[in-house]
């Protein structure tokens, strides 16, 4: 068995194809993490979510790195996805962040009132 040698470098439309796949795999990756951030701000595992975004922000910056590489319509349309999944995530925080002041609003009365009772007690 013999190597044949390839001395022909990649035309621009080899490396352009190649450039799109990654691109698109890129993409795919975004997509998939903030998809799993959302189904974890879903069910509340606020960790999670956290760890993920940590993932997330690595890899949108290697996606903004592509598109200054060269610029694509293709980012740009799945960015907007991005953004709306992230607004999805951003809501579920917001009633999260809600029901925890509501919750130590009450703690915080449950606690003056247990002193108040304590307080009358002889």
Same mark, same amino acid.
Request: glycine letters at 0%.
């Given at each position: +068995? ?7 470098? &990649? ?6 194809? =190649? ?11 975004? #997509?998939? #993490?903030?998809?799993? +951030? ?31 590489? /060269? &610029?694509?319509?293709? =980012? ?9 999944? !992230?607004?999805?995530? @951003? /809501? ?5 962040? !809600?029901?925890? @002041?509501? !919750?130590? !609003?009450? @703690? /915080? ?12 007690? &002889?």
């Amino acid at each position: +068995m013999r190597l044949i040698q390839n001395s022909a470098a &990649p035309d621009s439309a080899a490396i352009a194809e =190649i450039h799109q796949r990654r691109q698109r795999i890129q993409l795919a990756r975004l #997509l998939q #993490l903030t998809e799993k +951030m959302l189904e974890f701000a879903q069910s509340g595992d606020w960790v999670a979510v956290e760890d993920l975004e940590a993932q997330l922000k690595d890899e949108l910056d290697m996606c903004y790195e592509m598109q200054q590489q /060269a &610029p694509s319509l293709l =980012i740009a349309e799945a960015l907007a996805t991005l953004l709306y999944l !992230n607004d999805q995530i @951003v /809501a579920l925080v917001k009633i999260a962040r !809600n029901k925890l @002041v509501v !919750n130590h !609003n009450q @703690v /915080a009365r449950n606690r003056v009132l247990v002193e108040l009772y304590e307080s009358d007690m &002889p």
